[in-house]
């Protein structure tokens, strides 16, 4: 185009911008085509039309050269909008240009790829016999597949290059990479505007964006050449050939982008009657043909899913008619007496499908009530063929349970047909009672009847709600017969194999779908899905105990009683009962939480005996479990997004559970006061008790952090009333297990987040002791009673610390913590010092940055009252000093510098700096290790200024060991600086100080360990020879010594 000169091919290139820098930008000129252009072009057409035509009747060369022409037409001029309308209607979007072939291209290539295709590969189902004995050329027949999409769509793409053209736009993060010029460059060889500029390339690549998301195509009709064109491409959906199938479903995808209304006559016409075909011809499948199946099954399965997996949320009817066909599928192919079975993977590929709609927890039009149920009571009626396989039960409730749940929280739900949901509910029922169910028709039956039940309890008087009323029995309850179901699920996640077995069916990710997934934290770390199963069983237990109560139900409470006697009673290898016990005991609870006081304690006093005596014979492993129970209770699965007005106080339930764990008795009177534990004869037995009773008052007082207006601020204050004492005197038992989880407790208590005067005096308790206990421990003996109340209260500040809380406390008790870090006591010391590196490491808002570092510094006292300077608490007590005040400087160096004039900064380095010249040489090690980090924060001026400084010390030896070691810290910052400019001066001042003797053997040490670190790699030792000086470095290999082989 333009005048075909070199400068003229550069603009174009450039595009917008100048070619040289300073110049104007000037626009870019297209070349616009003249009437002789344009006859010559449509001649040119028309001709290859022709000889298309003519190529399409040869061999598989002459095919495959149409094919390609007809891509090379259909590209050339996709500007001319490829349209059957004619006149006005037929102005094309991208282009000015008269749209005069459009028809004329739609029309002659869509007849020559109807002919062509059924030469190719034979449309229709694998089953048929033409489509048995056809010979087809796969690779000839994708191609043409692919360009029936080419043809019919409606938005042509070449104004400049398609995204899918680019290499690197596959994922879905173009609009990320669409502004990133590595991956625009890459444009496909055959563009048309591969020479443009980057730049000009971007912002139309983003405007074709943004006209896809608001020009969307318009005015295609389903119906002539395009209907029979999409009824072509659904012939080879369920193709023998995986590839031919997939093709053909990805063009469909393609097809519908433009016909979007043509979803439901594709189903209907198209989808349903090929299914049919398969289903009928299963009876009569032999061995030789088992692939046919296999293919049948598997396109059906890639075909729904892709391009019908919305249909749940559009028209439930239609999913549902959907899904019934995939559940004959799966019962054709699998009943009773097969001698020919598929693959499995044919078969779970169906399962995947049903998990899709199954999972819908919503529908955005429901659609008719009145032809859903009718779908519904079609399915449920498959339930009494002789022959039916489990699977095709699981499938069957787990496809109705939804579709009518769904309708139930619509308007519609007075609509539904009492009949089906008779049906359908005692199905359920009856699998959850009956001996020989499947685990996993079980299991869906427990979630749906749970379901069906809350829903009943909200919505109450609907069809639902009568009919469980009418089908749950009021004399004579299902729990014993649930709990025996149950039980039997745990199987295989609590010692049976069975259980384990039934998870790994591929029918599974049905059951999952319908269930949900129910995420409990407290059970992370059991084995999947008992964790989910417990809670899905609590909440059974809750909202049937609830139903009962709201109904009048008399024989509750018996009935309770009852079946938590015969599960206790079972022996502890009966491991699946006493879970089940739990289950049912916490959903108990969960439903009584707001029941008037008289009936709450008639509850208790009938339940609560059974338990004590269950929670007394409970081993290490069943603690966990009851956590869970004392979690779910409190919690459980339920929120509302909008709370009530007058919400129900749960004040006495929370108080009676609290006076139960604290006692673990059957007195309904009784209050929430832990006991002391007891020391003496049969003192294992009750630190053993005492413990598994803390362990569950650590859930409730974590539970109780959340501020919920059901309980009030004066049950968590007489709950805490009664924990705090026993607390205080648990952190000091001679039994470790006993203070620490008393410690837990006790930091559990100061996080509930309230303000009243019981943890007012516990801080002030706990500041006291410790003020009491950091002189105490200096001469306690190793195990002394001293020695064990320390270690309690460094387990309370520890865990507080480790917990992001009690960040003010710690620091007040900060004498007590360096007191313990230099005691006698190994364990303590291990404790303490990592109670003090947390305290190190964590912020301290509530103080100025100048009072801070005077609390840091006060530690570092060389000499307490009372206390030997050569004594080795003191190297310990200094050791811990030094590394908290440099972890704590290096957390806050930022606010340090910022605030007070750097005066902060400069009392730690101060500090530091003297404890260098400590006469013990282990003092002197942990200054130096403390402070090498602060100095890699200072600048190169004054990293200059202070090597100076310490090679210009005095001659005493306490400033030569300060030079010595401060040098040492330099040296060892600046190997991980990567050789900073300082370096040379501080190997210039360490062979300085090094020259006397008292000094060699140190700085000896420090030069080989940094000789060492630099020479691990090639690279780094190059640097660092290439950034000293020769004399610098003949200075460091001369101050290295004799390496020994421990170096």
Not at 288 to 311: C, K, S, V, Y
Not at 314 to 343: C, N, Q, W, Y
């Amino acid at each position: 185009t333009g005048d075909n000169s070199l400068g003229e091919a550069l603009h174009r290139w450039a595009g917008a911008r100048s070619i040289s820098w300073g110049a104007p930008i000037r626009p870019i000129v297209f070349h616009v085509p003249s009437a002789e252009e344009l006859d010559f072009a449509k001649s040119l057409c028309l001709e290859c039309i022709e000889t298309v035509k003519t190529k399409a009747e040869g061999g598989d060369e002459d095919i495959y050269l149409a094919l390609c022409m007809i891509k090379s037409v259909v590209r050339g001029v996709a500007c001319l909008y490829t349209d059957e309308r004619q006149g006005a209607d037929a102005a094309p979007m991208v282009s000015t240009l008269p749209n005069d072939l459009g028809p004329k291209l739609l029309a002659e290539f869509s007849q020559l790829l109807l002919t062509l295709c059924p030469r190719l590969g034979c449309p229709g189902h694998p089953f048929e016999a033409t489509a048995i004995e056809a010979n087809g050329r796969p690779k000839l027949l994708i191609k043409a597949l692919q360009l029936v999409v080419g043809i019919v769509h409606g938005e042509r793409r070449p104004v400049i290059p398609d995204l899918f053209q680019i290499r690197g736009f596959e994922s879905g993060t173009v609009r990320q990479q669409v502004s990133s010029e590595a991956f625009t460059q890459k444009v496909h060889f055959m563009s048309a505007w591969r020479d443009l500029s980057r730049v000009w390339y971007n912002l139309e690549v983003l405007s074709l964006m943004n006209r896809r998301l608001s020009r969307r195509p318009a005015g295609f009709k389903y119906e002539g050449v395009r209907r029979r064109l999409a009824e072509l491409l659904f012939g080879y959906v369920l193709n023998a050939n995986s590839m031919v199938s997939g093709t053909a479903t990805a063009a469909l995808s393609d097809f519908l982008k433009v016909h979007y209304g043509a979803k439901t006559a594709l189903l209907n016409d198209s989808m349903l009657p090929l299914q049919e075909k398969t289903i009928a011809g299963a009876a009569g499948i032999d061995a030789e043909h088992i692939h046919l199946a296999q293919a049948a099954l598997e396109g059906f399965a890639r075909t729904t899913a892709r391009l019908f997996w919305d249909a749940w949320r559009k028209d439930m009817p239609v999913a549902l008619s959907l899904i019934s066909i995939a559940i004959r599928t799966v019962h054709a192919f699998s009943e009773e007496g097969k001698s020919v079975h598929v693959k499995p993977a044919s078969i779970t590929m169906q399962f995947e499908l049903m998990s899709k709609f199954i999972s819908a927890r919503s529908a955005a039009s429901p659609g008719d009530a009145a032809e859903t149920c009718r779908v519904a009571g079609t399915l449920l009626a498959m339930l009494k063929k002789p022959g039916l396989h489990w699977r095709t039960k699981v499938c069957i409730l787990a496809a109705v349970g939804p579709a009518l749940r769904i309708l139930h929280t619509t308007a519609a739900a007075t609509e539904l047909d009492a009949e089906v949901l008779k049906t359908w509910l005692g199905e359920l029922l009856g699998s959850l009672t009956s001996a020989d169910a499947q685990p996993q028709v079980a299991t869906i039956a427990v979630a749906e009847l749970t379901t069906a039940m809350r829903s009943a309890l909200r919505r109450p008087g609907l069809p639902l709600d009568k009919v469980l009323h009418e089908l749950l029995p009021r004399e004579k309850g299902i729990l014993a017969q649930v709990a025996k179901t149950m039980s039997g699920l745990h199987q295989g996640f609590m010692g049976a194999d069975n259980g384990a077995t039934a998870q790994a069916d591929p029918v599974q990710i049905v059951v999952r779908a319908c269930t949900g997934v129910v995420g409990v934290s407290h059970l992370s770390w059991s084995p999947c899905p008992s964790g989910q199963s417990w809670m899905v069983h609590s909440t059974f237990f809750q909202t049937y105990i609830a139903f009962c109560t709201k109904r009048g139900d008399s024989h509750l409470v018996e009935e309770l009683k009852a079946l938590l006697t015969s599960l206790q009673a079972q022996p502890k290898s009966e491991a699946e009962d006493h879970v089940v016990f739990l289950e049912a005991f916490g959903g108990a609870l969960r439903a009584a939480r707001r029941w008037p006081e008289p009936r709450q304690n008639e509850l208790w006093a009938a339940l609560a005996p059974i338990a004590a005596e269950e929670l007394k014979l409970s081993e290490e492993v069943n603690i966990r479990n009851w956590q869970f129970l004392v979690y779910y209770v409190i919690v459980g699965v339920s929120r509302r997004l909008r709370p009530r007005a007058e919400a129900p106080a749960e004040d006495v339930a929370i108080r009676r559970l609290a006076a139960f764990l604290a006692n673990a008795r059957g007195d309904v009177t009784a209050s929430p006061v832990l006991p002391a534990a007891v020391v003496g004869e049969d003192g294992e037995a009750s630190s053993h008790a005492q413990t598994t009773r803390l362990r569950l008052l650590q859930v409730l007082l974590a539970t109780l952090q959340r501020m919920r207006a059901a309980v009030s601020d004066d049950t968590r204050s007489v709950i805490l009333q009664g924990l705090v004492p026993a607390l205080k005197e648990g952190i000091s038992h001679p039994y470790k297990q006993v203070h620490e989880e008393s410690a837990k407790a006790m930091v559990l208590s100061l996080c509930v987040g309230l303000e009243c005067e019981v943890l007012s005096d516990l801080r002030a308790w706990i500041a006291q002791g410790a003020s009491t206990l950091g002189v105490a421990i200096r001469d306690a003996p190793k195990e002394s009673s001293t020695s064990t109340a320390c270690e309690g209260l460094v387990y309370v500040l520890l865990h507080g610390l480790l917990g992001r809380r009690m960040r003010g406390l710690a620091l007040q008790s900060l004498h007590f913590l360096l007191a313990a870090a230099a005691a006698d006591d190994h364990e303590l010391r291990a404790l303490a010092g990592l109670a003090l590196g947390c305290l190190g490491q964590s912020p301290q808002r509530g103080l100025g940055t100048l009072p801070l570092s005077v609390k840091l510094v006060a530690g570092c006292q060389t000499a307490l009252e009372g206390e030997d300077s050569g004594s080795a608490q003191r190297v310990r007590r200094l050791e811990a000093a030094a590394a908290l005040v440099g972890s704590s400087a290096l957390r806050h160096d930022f606010i340090f510098r910022l605030s007070d004039g750097g005066k902060a900064t400069k009392l730690c380095h101060d500090t530091l700096l003297a404890m260098l010249g400590d006469k013990r040489v282990e003092v002197r090690i942990a200054s130096q290790a403390a402070l090498a980090p602060l100095l890699g924060l200072e600048t190169t001026a004054t990293c200059k200024k202070m090597a100076k400084a310490f090679a210009a010390a005095g001659g005493s030896d306490e400033a030569a060991d300060r030079a010595v070691h401060g040098l040492s810290a330099m040296l060892r910052v600046a190997g991980s600086l990567g050789v900073p400019d300082w370096l040379g001066e501080v190997i210039e001042a360490l062979s300085k100080v090094g020259r006397r003797p008292e000094s060699k053997k140190e700085v000896e040490k420090t030069v080989q360990a940094f000789m060492k670190q630099q020479q691990q790699s090639r690279d780094v030792w190059k640097r660092c020879q290439k950034r000293l000086t020769e004399e610098q470095m003949d200075l460091l290999k001369a101050r290295q010594g004799t390496m020994s082989y421990y170096s």
